[in-house]
């Protein structure tokens, strides 16, 4: 049978902790659509069905650990990461929003769920281990670490993002063929050709050489007007295109820097289309979310790394720096001084691009999807 001819629903199961969840599942969601038309796609924001008011509570407390009290974070991160399937926490965490969730699952009657934040996943694995819900259970890892709450019983299907990811799980226990290295699922777009004069011209960059600074969908890097100001200032003479995402006080300071900047800073909110931005830009600077990184790995497009989120990201550095795709800078100083190297060494940049399109996915969600399509629909 042509997938195209295929039918039935998919739902996605996510959450709001930072973009990159929810853009795995319109990743996929937009795959089902350009290869299966006739598969409806659903997701569901898993703790704001929970609960609205602790969502916003949750959330709120991940970004201000993020940004203010990191190492906090990754304290969290890092206790959280070999927590044994059949411990009291688990069994805790397993138990969040279940009833709920069942009823959800039960009227939407879908053919596969497919998780791309790990909290569901082990609910969903407690609801089929008590035998009250028998619909598949796949899960989209969307770093490239291992870490257990990504790991459960009652889990068909594993899409990770690399090689070391997949050995890494079965090293956990998982069999081997439940995990596909697929990639991080990134939009298709990120594939589909590109019209650069037109993207320049809509962005208002111009035809310099343009370097790219995100701070996440949420301004996840405290102080980043001020950071942008010193390497605007102080960077080498291209055209910088900050993205504020949906910190509007972000986008105000960011405007106020351009006013004074002696070099070209354009400032934009949150961009859907991320994929024309990093198809016209010579570097990204951002932290190493690993959306983001697959994003730009799938453009060839080097990466300047700057205060990554300990714990899950610290995995994504590692892919990108080992690979060669970029670089790491642990201060303003090594960011700017790394932005004129790469500027200055024509061959250290076409070599970081050649390595970055090594690396990258852009198909990752297209595979997914197939094998999903074969298995369950």
Known sequence: METAEKDGRALFLSATMGAGHQRAAEALAEAFRRLAPAVATDEIDFFEQLSPAMNNLIRWMYIVSVRHLPQVWNTFYTGTSRVRPNS????????????????????????????????????????????????????????????????????????????????????????????????????????????????????????????????????????????????????????????????????????EVASRAPNRLVVQGYLEETWDVMRIADILVSKAGGLTTSEAMACGLPMAIFRPIPGQEMANVRLVVDEGAGFWATTVDALVDGLHRFFRAAEERAQMQQAASRVGRPQAARDIVQDLLARYF
Do not use: C
Not at 99 to 110: F, M, R, S
Not at 181 to 190: D, E, L, M, R
Not at 204 to 211: L, N, T
């Open 88 to 255: 009291a926490v688990q069994a805790f965490l397993n138990s969040l929003g279940r009833e709920k969730l069942l009823v959800t699952v039960q009227k939407a009657h879908p053919k596969v769920l497919i998780n791309t934040f790990p909290t569901p996943a082990g609910v969903v694995s407690s609801l089929r281990l008590a035998g009250r819900l028998d619909t598949p259970n796949v899960s989209v890892v969307t770093d490239h670490t291992v870490h257990s709450q990504w790991i459960h019983p009652n889990v068909d299907r594993y899409y990770v993002g690399s090689e070391m990811v997949r050995q890494g799980m079965v090293a956990r226990g998982v069999p081997a063929d439940r995990i596909l290295a697929t990639g991080i699922p990134v939009h298709p777009s990120f594939a589909d050709p590109v019209d650069a004069k037109s993207v320049r011209e809509r962005l208002g960059v111009g035809s310099d050489p343009v370097v790219v600074l995100m701070a996440g969908a949420y301004g996840m890097i405290g102080g980043f007007a001020e950071i942008i100001d010193q390497i605007v200032t102080r960077g080498p003479k291209v055209t910088y295109l900050a993205l504020a995402g949906h910190d509007q006080a972000l986008a105000e300071s960011l405007k």
